[in-house]
């Protein structure tokens, strides 16, 4: 089936999936979890705790972690051996936001619409409460509980993976490159360098620890890995252009006071047309890894198409393509 046909199937399959209760039922999930990791440090009611849980709560759209359930459960993973790496992924998701939105970093004052870590506890606490979810995330991950779901020889796998995906050749480093580039012109194939592994290797893994932890084979893993690849690209060009052109929630936008056009991102680079022009190449790329797990994949093609829809559209500028699909 050519490209645009496939969109257009997608598009008709997804329509009839309620992607909206999906996401609240599994957001429910993931909070109640999390809430319970954390409760156990409850008692000492220090400031410390009380910055690592405003960093979770009230989350965001919790997009890992459902990413993570909607791929084991494509493999029929069980709730109870996926949830705690989803709940650790998410932990790794709040460190990286309360660290990025630090003075010395980005920056910003605003998170989620509500004053930032650093804002309410200080620099100090905050830098710690990031340190702090981070090492939670590894210590939930490796826990006794986990081990009567999840064969220890794979726990150690997934801990090695993750902590790689989200260390110097993932975020962390992406995030490194991200800040020199700030100081000199790039091109696009920088800029790519850079989202793969800021955005997109906590979106790719997520996807893989879900995979895996539901006993995917090796054929059907690479798949998802290649779809996540696609996906977690897409995931920032669509915050990208959703930014540049101001359609960003207000409190979600970037407080720094750098203009969204000095940075190095796709549509600064190649213009917001050729950066919605990648995005609908994306698209298709997550599309065609899915199609092969038909009906199973709707989750996560209804997500992929929540994620692309508002950035292909924004501005009444669509693609061409899209106009004749
Ligand atoms: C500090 C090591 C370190 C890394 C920071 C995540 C990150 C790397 C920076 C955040 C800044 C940013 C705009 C990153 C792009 C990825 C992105 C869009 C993050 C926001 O993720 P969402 O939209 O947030 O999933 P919610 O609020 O829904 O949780």
Not at 300 to 325: W, Y
Request: glycine fraction near 10%.
């Amino acid at each position: 089936m050519s490209e645009l046909g496939l969109a257009a199937k997608a598009r008709r399959q997804t329509a009839n999936f309620d992607l909206e209760a999906y996401l609240r039922t599994r957001i429910a999930a993931v909070d109640r979890v999390l809430d319970g990791y954390l409760k156990c440090y409850a008692e000492r009611s220090s400031t410390i705790w009380k910055a690592m849980r405003y960093g979770l709560f009230p989350g965001g759209k919790r997009i890992r972690p459902i990413l993570l359930l909607a791929a084991g459960e494509l493999f029929e993973g069980r709730r109870n051996a996926l949830m705690p790496f989803a709940c650790a992924v998410e932990m790794i998701h709040g460190y990286s936001l309360i660290h990025d939105d630090l003075p010395a970093l980005d920056n910003d004052d605003l998170r989620r619409g509500e004053p930032t870590n650093h804002k309410v506890f200080g620099e100090g606490v905050a830098l710690l409460a990031g340190d702090g979810l981070l090492t939670e995330a590894f210590h939930v991950m490796s826990g006794p509980e986990v081990l009567k779901f999840v064969p220890a020889d794979l726990v150690l796998k997934l801990v090695h993976e993750l902590s790689h995906s989200v260390g110097i050749d993932g975020l962390v480093g992406g995030q490194a490159f991200d800040l020199e580039a700030e100081r000199r012109a790039v091109d696009i194939g920088v800029v790519e360098y850079i989202h793969v592994r800021k955005t997109g290797a906590l979106i790719r893994a997520s996807l893989r620890l879900g995979a895996q932890v539901a006993g995917a084979k090796p054929a059907e893993l690479k798949r998802i890995s290649r779809f996540g690849t696609s996906l977690g690209l897409a995931f920032q060009i669509t915050d990208d252009i959703l930014d540049i052109l101001g359609e960003t929630a207000p409190g979600e936008r970037a407080e720094s006071g750098h203009s969204e056009w000095n940075k190095a991102t796709f549509p600064s680079v190649i213009g917001v047309a050729a950066a919605q022009q990648r995005l609908t190449e994306l698209r298709q790329q997550c599309l065609r890894e899915l199609a092969p797990f038909g009906a199973s994949a709707e989750p996560l093609r209804a997500i992929t198409e929540q994620i692309v829809t508002r950035a292909l559209h924004v501005n009444g500028n669509i693609p061409t393509k899209e106009l004749h699909s």
